[in-house]
Nanobody, 127 residues
Framework: QVQLVESGGGLVQAGGSLRLSCAASGRTFSTYGMGWFCQAPGKEREFVAA????????YYADSVKGRFTISRDSAKNTVYLQMNSLKPEDTAVYYCATQRSVGGVFYYSDPKRMNYWGQGTQVTVSS
């Protein structure tokens, strides 16, 4: 089992910044990496960014490239999402999630492939 706890959401004006944290515990060694997803009201959950443990490769949705940065602190077992130049359309609940290391492929952008989820943290960007 893996437990994930997000923090760092809040209300910010457009153009501002937030840093989200995802603290992981449990059998994290049995996962491929960590992803961030977001879900706005009335919309499906969608991919934001991900980091693969092996090699530290990072992945981003086109909508956040150049604005968001995903990183990892191995000593703290924590993954961060630095969000800069925030826009009102970034408003959503943000979740971190991870996929068990089964099958050999990290489906980092597919929420249906994630096995463990945090409770989510609200990000609201005002115009």
């Amino acid at each position: 089992q893996v437990q994930l706890v997000e923090s760092g959401g809040g209300l910010v004006q457009a153009g501002g910044s937030l840093r989200l944290s995802c603290a992981a515990s449990g059998r994290t060694f049995s996962t491929y990496g960590m992803g961030w997803f977001c879900q706005a009201p009335g919309k499906e959950r969608e991919f934001v960014a991900a980091i693969q443990w092996s090699g530290g490769t990072t992945y981003y949705a086109d909508s956040v490239k150049g604005r968001f940065t995903i990183s990892r602190d191995s000593a703290k077992n924590t993954v961060y999402l630095q969000m800069n130049s925030l826009k009102p359309e970034d408003t959503a609940v943000y979740y971190c999630a991870t996929q068990r290391s089964v099958g050999g492929v990290f489906y980092y952008s597919d929420p249906k492939r994630m096995n463990y989820w945090g409770q989510g943290t609200q990000v609201t960007v005002s115009s």
